[in-house]
């Protein structure tokens, strides 16, 4: 089961129904194409059932961000570890109309807290490809490093970054 976690300005919880409209949107545009999109309806409605039943899986797994003042879903944020990653990868996912407000760092620092000293996982990484300058940004301002390269099956290479324990800048 998920848990509900709170940040200054988000609750992080479980999928619900009200996180499927806005996340089908943003992966049918340009946008979700560090995610592998743009997809249509029924790949965000797999992506979105995916994501909740991994918590069944490993007793880990994403977040869905909805905004504490209006109750708005905003993105997705947490930890994903399909059987072909050798580690949980933290993830994130913030919608268009809600970029550059600092949502991802605010949200990935509450799900790097929770699982480094809640769920006591060992120190994890982030796959961003390296033309995902924002992704970049967020990973540093959390205080990651690059280590190194991650090829995926298809051949593609993302660059590899490590989240340690109390690195959150």
């Known amino acids: 089961m998920t848990p509900v976690l709170h940040s200054a300005r988000l609750t992080l919880g ?6 499927f409209e ?11 194409r560090f995610l592998g999109g743009p997809g249509d309806r029924r790949d965000a409605w797999e992506s979105v059932c995916t994501h909740a039943g991994q918590w069944t899986l490993r007793g880990y797994g994403t977040f869905w961000l909805t905004d504490r003042k209006t109750g708005t879903p905003v993105g997705r944020v947490g930890l994903w570890h399909p059987d072909w990653l050798p580690e949980p990868e ?3 996912v913030v ?3 809600h970029t550059r407000k600092g ?3 605010e949200a990935a620092a509450t799900v790097l807290d929770w699982a480094h000293h ?3 996982l060992p120190p ?4 961003i490809d390296p033309a995902n300058t924002a992704s970049i940004a967020v990973a540093e301002r959390l205080g990651a490093s690059l280590e190194g390269q991650h090829r995926y099956a298809s051949g ?3 660059g590899l970054w490590r989240h340690l324990p109390g690195g959150i800048q």
């Open 95 to 97: 919608y268009t109309p």
């Open 90 to 92: 933290l993830s994130w």
């Open 103 to 105: 949502y991802a760092s």
């Open 124 to 127: 994890v990484m982030s796959l």
């Open 22 to 32: 806005p996340f089908a949107a943003f992966t049918a545009t340009e946008d979700s």
């Open 118 to 120: 809640v769920a006591g």
């Open 156 to 158: 593609r290479e993302v």
């Open 14 to 19: 479980p999928a619900t129904m009200s996180h």
